[in-house]
């Protein structure tokens, strides 16, 4: 159990890490619109046909009013594109963009056919005969296609996001100095922080989500708030773990030290770029086994 017990404090130590990533991340994506670029990017995939150069579906989609309403407005005339669009809405704004103002349903298949992009109107037919004409099944299988393109956006979002992680990762192991091999031994020979980093890693297990923890698809001012929380936790840390550079004498580490150290650096970029779920299910898993482990004193 003293391993375990060892084990539990270097997984909260680097959740804790992968929190604070993840709000960096967070913060990142806000300054530079990520979400919104992905969905953007997204749409212009699906409704631009890119074998004519047609792009004025694409132009009717994002110049409609309820795409505009779902925009975040900065000043003048200054909008930041919606990081999501549910399927509900997209249909909405492609029937709105099929029928025209007077368009009626009847005319749907007369209004596909006259749809310039040869593509997308390749899906929608197929799409309504799928659905034997009926309107009602239609758009419902226009919004598990949309659906579908949005789930390999996330997947494509997330595959980013996580090469963001592991550089995140990088810049702050040698940042902090924070070293997994050091990490262990310093637990391993100081009980009395290991025994305050694991009744705070139970608490956490018992009381806390990550979706309570970090929050995601914030406004610039709260992700760096956010980063703000999430460093303040990092350098609770620090010093009991000694962790951070005001310690290391630079001019005494041989080759040796400097390649295990660089060696414990990848270790916690590695674990950073996992994410904060992956850390905080393990933490979980490993204090309900030293709990259901534990047998109580004689």
């Not at 670029?37 to 150069?53: A, F, H, S, V």
């Not at 809405?89 to 029928?99: A, E, K, Q, W």
């Not at 579908?148 to 992680?165: E, N």
């Amino acid at each position: 159990m003293a391993i375990l017990t060892v084990v539990l404090g270097v997984i909260f130590v680097l959740l804790m890490l992968s929190l604070f990533a993840t709000s960096i991340m967070e913060l990142l994506a806000a300054m530079l619109r990520l979400r919104g670029r992905n969905l953007k990017m997204t749409l212009k995939n699906l409704l631009i046909d890119e074998k004519k150069g047609s792009s004025g579906v694409y132009e009717a989609f994002i110049t409609n009013p309820l795409y505009k309403q779902l925009s975040f407005k900065y000043g003048r005339g200054v909008s930041n594109p919606p990081s999501y669009i549910d399927n509900d809405s997209f249909r909405t704004i492609l029937f709105d963009i099929i029928l025209g103002e007077d368009g009626l349903e009847s005319q749907l298949k007369t209004k596909i056919d006259a749809l310039e992009n040869d593509e997308m109107r390749r899906i929608l037919k197929q799409l309504i005969r799928d659905a034997d004409g009926k309107i009602d099944v239609f758009k419902q299988r226009i919004g598990e296609w949309y659906e579908s393109i949005m789930d390999r956006a996330s997947g494509y979002y997330k595959r980013m996001t996580q090469k963001i992680l592991i550089i995140v990762g990088i810049v702050m192991a040698v940042v902090l100095n924070a070293d997994t091999l050091a990490l262990y031994r310093s637990l391993e020979t100081n009980p009395e922080t290991l025994d305050k980093l694991v009744a705070a890693a139970e608490a956490v297990a018992e009381n806390e989500s990550v979706d309570g923890m970090v929050r995601t698809d914030l406004e610039y001012e709260a992700a760096l708030e956010q980063v703000r929380r999430m460093k303040g936790n990092v350098d609770d840390l620090r010093s009991p773990l000694g962790m951070g550079w005001q310690n290391i004498n630079l001019a005494e580490m041989s080759v040796y030290n400097w390649a295990v150290k660089i060696l414990g650096w990848i270790i916690t970029a590695i674990a950073i770029s996992l994410g904060a779920p992956f850390w905080f299910d393990l933490l979980r898993k490993i204090v309900n086994l030293r709990s259901t482990g534990e047998k109580p004193a004689d």
